[in-house]
Nanobody, 114 residues
Framework: QVQLVESGGGLVQPGGSLRLSCAAS????????MAWYRQARGKQRELVAG???????NYVDSVKGRFTISRDNAKNTVSLQMNSLKPEDTAVYYC????????WGQGTQVTVSS
């Protein structure tokens, strides 16, 4: 079972930036599509950004131009650079395969507030 550990969240003012990181165990990491998801309080979890094994990316419309997903297959990590953050970006952020495995990490809380 692949273990997923997210980090990098925190409290930031609107317009600020954060960089999230996800460390994944397992030898299959480099051949699977990965993604960042988020779940705001009272809402369903949604896919925010995805990246293929070869580095092709996709984003939900609400974050296009502000978020950048990347991966380092040698280190089994996937990152999410988040710029121009808005209060509506507040959520717990998770990384997982796309489509997701049945298990999730603990996530990392991102709070955007003045």
């Amino acid at each position: 079972q692949v273990q997923l550990v997210e980090s990098g969240g925190g409290l930031v003012q609107p317009g600020g930036s954060l960089r999230l990181s996800c460390a994944a165990s397992g030898s299959i990491f480099s051949i699977v599509r990965m993604a960042w998801y988020r779940q705001a309080r009272g809402k369903q979890r949604e896919l925010v950004a995805g990246i293929s094994a070869g580095g092709f990316t996709n984003y939900v419309d609400s974050v296009k131009g502000r978020f950048t997903i990347s991966r380092d297959n040698a280190k089994n990590t996937v990152s999410l650079q988040m710029n121009s953050l808005k209060p509506e970006d507040t959520a717990v952020y998770y990384c997982n395969r796309n489509p997701p495995w049945g298990h999730w990490g603990q996530g990392t809380q991102v709070t955007v507030s003045s």
